[in-house]
């Protein structure tokens, strides 16, 4: 068990919806991560927040967005969603903000868009 | 943009046999870490390289970071059905974001 905490496990939805993906950190990090991965496209840093506040940008999608709350839980907010969206959303944590430390991943939202 | 590129992308062993697998990079990154990810679950993070040349071992399992700090390799001594699994190299370059691999998919038969 790594201590990070998403929901939902699976996501069944249409194209043109909307889904909120949660995240709750390991206790006592304050880094969270988001990650996309498919099968063609491996494992994709998606955006990266600290304490708050974000602090680094990969390839998401502008029909993609994430926050980090005071508790230091995070979502991750897709719109529009099209067919090609379906994958596995994988959040991480880590105690500081540098990617050298270890990050701690959770078991991943499986998102299927019909 | 930095590239890893994982190979081979598939393989398939006896149990006993040994492998090599490789992340490699045009990029020299600052630190690389090893992941593990079994079907269906989460990536479990192996190990974290920091020195041109450092080797570091985990039981059955090798890690060696390049001397150029470019590349990196996974070595297995006597595979076993448990070792199933993809393994992911990712990199960082100072404190940019971490950069997967695609991975190698390992699957160890009895």
């Known amino acids: 068990d790594s201590g990070v905490t998403q929901t939902p496990k699976h996501l069944i939805t249409a194209t043109g919806q909307r889904v909120t993906l949660r995240c709750s950190p390991r206790?006592?990090?304050?880094?969270v991560y988001w990650y996309q991965q498919s099968l063609d496209q491996g494992l994709q840093f998606l955006i990266q927040?600290?304490?708050?506040?974000?602090?680094a940008k990969g390839n998401i999608l502008e029909r993609f967005s994430a926050q980090q709350f005071p508790d230091l839980h995070s979502e991750l907010n897709l719109s529009s969603l099209e067919l090609g969206d379906s994958a596995l959303y994988f959040c991480?944590?880590?105690?500081?903000?540098?990617?050298?430390?270890?990050?701690?991943f959770g078991d991943g939202t499986r998102l299927s868009i019909l | 943009t930095q590239l890893l590129e994982q190979s081979p992308q598939f393989l398939s062993i006896q149990e006993g046999e040994n492998l090599t697998v490789y992340c490699n990079s045009s990029?020299?990154?600052?630190?690389l870490q090893w992941y593990r990810q079994e079907p269906g679950e989460d990536p479990v993070l192996l190990v974290t390289?920091?020195?041109?040349?450092e080797v570091k071992k985990l039981k059955r399992l090798t890690f060696q970071f390049g001397d150029a700090r470019k590349d990196s390799s996974l070595h297995i001594t006597a595979a076993q059905p448990g070792d199933t699994g993809l393994y992911l190299c990712?990199?960082?370059?100072?404190?940019?974001?971490?950069?997967f691999g695609k991975g190698t998919m390992l699957l160890v038969s009895p």
């Open positions: 991480a944590s880590s105690g500081g903000q540098g990617v050298n430390q270890p990050q701690h």
């Open positions: 206790s006592g990090d304050l880094s």
């Open positions: 927040y600290y304490n708050g506040e974000e602090r």
């Open positions: 990029s020299v990154f600052s630190s």
């Open positions: 390289v920091v020195t041109g040349g």
């Open positions: 990712a990199g960082t370059v100072g404190y940019s974001t971490l950069t």
